[in-house]
Structure formats: C-alpha cells, structure tokens
C-alpha cells in the first residue's frame, strides 16, 4: 500500500464478481440482476427473501461481508391489483414440534397447484421465515389448501381469503385469516437520497451547480491526487471524455478538499478538461451515505434519463465503459422510462429529479395533465407552494374533471395564501367525485393526509354511501372522525369494519383504543 493511501478492505479476496440473479422467462433462466438492479459486488452468499414491510410482497434481504443490506420490493400494488393476489400461510403443528417442520403444502387456486414446504434454512446457510408465500396471480380465493403434516397426518380446508396470513392449526377446523401487519406510511423510513447528477456541488474552481446537465447520458468519477487507482484509470477517463465529446457529461469528484494545490497537479498532469467538483457532505450523502471510508475510484454511470445504469468500484478500463456508453447511444429515449425514472425518485424521497423527469414527460405530452399534476403533487412535499399551484392549476386546465388534481390545487392555494380559492378548488374536488367510490376513497385518503379532516370526513361518507361494503373507506372515515375528535362517530366506523371484515387486525386494534 502506497503511503497515505487508506483504502478500505470490502471483501474476501474472490469476492470481486457480481451479484447473479436468475429470471424464470417461461422455464428459461435468463440472467437478470443488471436489469433489476441487484449486481452489486457485496461478496456475500447468503440472501433470503421476506416481506418485511408487510405490504403483501417479498422483499430481499443479503448478508455480506459489508454487512445487511435490505432490497424493497418497489413494484407498483396499484397497477394491476387484481394481478397481484397473495396467501400467506403460517402453520402450527399439535403433535409434533410446533414450527411444523417438514410439513408440506398444497395450496389450489385458479386452476393451479401450487406445492411448498416448512423449513428453517435455505440457501447458503440463511434462515428464512416459517411462513410460506403464494403468490396467486389472479385468483382472488384459494379454492384448496391441504397440509401434510409431520406428524403423518393430512388435513383440508377450502374456500380460503387471500391477501390475509391463513393461521393453520393441526387438528382445527377453522382457519383464522388475518390482515398482513403493515408499516403506518408515517413510519416508514424516508430513504435520504439515491445518486444523482442533479445534486448541487461545489465547484473547483468556485461556485456550485449540478455535476451534469441531465440532458445526456453521464460519468461521474470519484477520485483523489493520492489514489494510485486513479492514477491509472484517469488517462482512459480524458480519453473515453474527448471521443463521446458533445454525447456524454463526464464530471470528476475530488474527495480531497484541504491540499487543492494536488488536485490542480493531478489536472495539469494528465490534461484533464472535463468539470471538477469536491466532495461536499450533500453529494457524500447522496452517492455513499455519507460514509466517510468511500472506495476509491468510484464511477457512477448515467442514462438519459438520469438513471443510475452501472455503479464500478475500483479502476474501470477504457474499453469496459465505452461498450456501456456506447450501448447507451443506441437506446434512444422513451416516455416510458421518462415515467419510470420519475416515479422511481419520487418514491425515494429525491422531488426534485421527480420534478424534473416530469417536465420532460410533459414536454412529449403536451395534451396530458398527468406529468403536470404529478410535478404538482411532488412541488407541494418540497414546500414550493407557488411551482405546486401553477403546475395544479395548469393540469386542471386539461383535466377539469379530476378530482384528486382539484384537491391537490385546492391545498397548493391554500397554503400560498389564497383561502378564498383553495376552499373553492377544495369543494369543487368533492363535487367532481360524484358517486364514485374509489374516487371518493383516493379523495378522502388525500384529504386526511393534508389535514384537510373535514373534507376527509365528507368524501369518504359519500364513499360509504355509494357502497356499504367498501370497508377501505370505513377505516379511513374512522380515522377522519378519531382525528376531529368526534370518537362515538370513530367507534362506529371501526364496528362497521369489523362487521365487514371481521379479521381486519388494524381496524381491531384502533378501535381498542378508543374503547378499552
């Protein structure tokens, strides 16, 4: 090791090959963990896969020798919700060991058969959850579930609810089915950022600004004077930065900040022209978590789009990155991804790339409300209330129909200063509803996330008229009424839920507080 250089150990010394993940397309297993971003190069082995948000689908869990690391499952609930079926099942054996070990499970559903089997490891040494997961497809019921029980014995149950943990019990008929527990939205961990070009960074020679123009694909470069890493991959860097001159941003990041006299040697040296920034705790944050031991060389590649596509760490070589680069070339830019990228930083707390990515999708749509109600939606959880309520008030234009567009307008107003019109904007949404329950849902659901508890309290009784049964709509008017105080109307809602879905543990539970 050359002195002064601190290079954190990461791995064992074969561990320096990417993660693999395998697609089943159709009985093919095609290699898939670059598209689904799962390639990292943590060096680990054992990876188990659990719901641990309890949102109904798997999430994946790794340890390795950088330590846990958690995947959320991000895909889209709302999508194709009647697609997106599940069972879990949870036994409990009564004449053997309790876990029910061994035990094997037939679940039917749909016309398929599917087979699983309680276990305690899997894997490279992992422990995974007792609980068995189906995912049904689009069966709505599970028509069939039969268990072969260690003990010998085989039992049946038919006509189950999915969607619900089935607690099996050998020996009982009754099978209790109850709602998955769930992390409450306020709870869930806000993540602080994911890498973008969009962060604001010093300069190096002053001033601040994004590391890239967000029109073109992007490389951005970590990198220090007394990094002998870098030393070798910085010429293929200026070289690959000249030929895709013009076709591809490239910035580099020095994460030496106190003897700039080395970082000027290191630019003279090798003739590097393209933007220089320092590293500054926000882009530390951003690309690292603010981890202060970053490996170095760190190179970060861009779509387009301002995707992150491929992440190096340690020297990279010319011929490595202008394969990447030039694979970018050739993909064009689609809407879709335009959308992707947007929802993507949107659910991860980033508004500001979401706002971005959405004004591009607005400007291929110049006939769509969509991008502007969404650059709307995300203005208002920045706090800029002025960008929310022209971007609102522009997608109403479009749309005077939209209901959830109104309200959003209606709160943007109000929280700029105009009262007058925000109440209007705000009963105008209640009035475009109409008799649509899920409208009425989505509305009151909003409502209540604004603070708006009277408006919340008006769309979801609408909703409850329109229809009976829609017990989403009676929890949320409970917790309107819990919220304005008026706790008999509360309990009432809560009982009516119970009285619907009567296995509904989150309703069970509220309700507990308000009567003991």
Known sequence: MLAGERRAFRGSFSGYERDRLFYNAGGVLVPAAYVFGLDGDHDGRAAAPVDIDG?????????????????????DAQALPEERHFARVRLTATRSAAPALGAVVTLDAGGVTRRDYVRITEGFQTQVPLDLHFGL??????????????????????????????????????????????????TRPRPAGAPTTAVDTPRLEGGAGPLASGERPAVVNFWAPWCAPCNEELPQLVALAGRYDGEVDFAGVSVEVADLDSVHGMLREFDIAYPQFLAAPPVMERFFAGDDAAALPSTYVFDAQGRLRRQFRGAITEADLDVLL?????????????????????????FEQAIAQYRRLAERRPGSAQPLYEIGVAALELGDFEQARDALRQAVERAPANALAQFHLGVARLRSGQPGEGFASLQASLA?????????????????????????????????????????????????????????????????????????????????????
């Open 326 to 350: 030039q694979s970018l070339r050739d993909e064009g830019l689609f809407e879709a991804d335009l959308e992707l990228a947007a929802r993507a930083a949107a659910r991860s707390g980033d």
């Open 55 to 75: 949102d109904g689908d798997l999430d994946l869990t790794l340890l390795t020798l950088q330590g846990l690391r958690l995947f959320e499952n991000t895909s």
């Open 432 to 516: 475009l509803a109409g008799r649509d329950t899920a409208v009425l849902t989505r509305l009151g659901d909003a409502a209540a996330a604004a603070g708006q508890f009277w408006l919340a309290v008006d769309a979801l009784s609408l909703a409850v008229e329109a229809d009976p049964t829609a017990a989403a709509a009676w929890i949320g008017k409970a917790r309107a009424h819990r919220a304005r105080r008026e706790l008999d109307r509360a309990a009432a809602a809560y009982q009516q839920v119970l009285a619907l879905d009567p296995a509904n543990a989150a309703a069970r539970r509220e309700l507990s507080v308000l009567v003991p």
């Open 137 to 186: 497809g689009g069966a709505a019921r599970v028509e069939r579930l039969t268990v072969d029980w260690p003990s010998g014995a085989r039992e049946t149950w038919t006509d189950l609810p999915a969607e619900r943990l089935l607690r099996v019990v050998e020996g009982r008929r009754d099978v209790e089915a109850e709602e998955l527990a769930r992390w409450p939205d306020g």
